[in-house]
């Protein structure tokens, strides 16, 4: 929720220091890549959070945190590289996915494990 408050006000500081008003979303071309990257982090929120509860209820809660650490991490990277320049964003991108799948496994795991036990 801080992450999505903090992009949330870098997009309100952008359309302040570039004078866009609401509903626009195009303009000066530092406003627009803060905004796009603050939507692309909102589309793949509750992908995160969905993935993140089901490995954390049925595979490792110690596992599943750090992942979840790393992934916050590699999008408040992925958020402030694309802000300056549309290149930043695709180290941290990359990271993320990797992030996003290796949770989707645990997932997977943990519900095999817990579904499959006889």
Known sequence: ???SAYFAMQVIYARRKYKISPPETTGHPEFERTFR???NCSEYFPIFISLLWVAGIFFHQGVTAACGLLYLYT????FQGYAVAAQG???PLYASAWLLWALL???LAGLLTHFLRL
């Open 1 to 3: 929720v801080l992450f």
């Open 37 to 39: 990257a603050q939507a």
């Open 75 to 78: 999008r408040l990277r992925y």
């Open 89 to 91: 964003r695709l180290g």
């Open 105 to 107: 496994g645990l997932a």
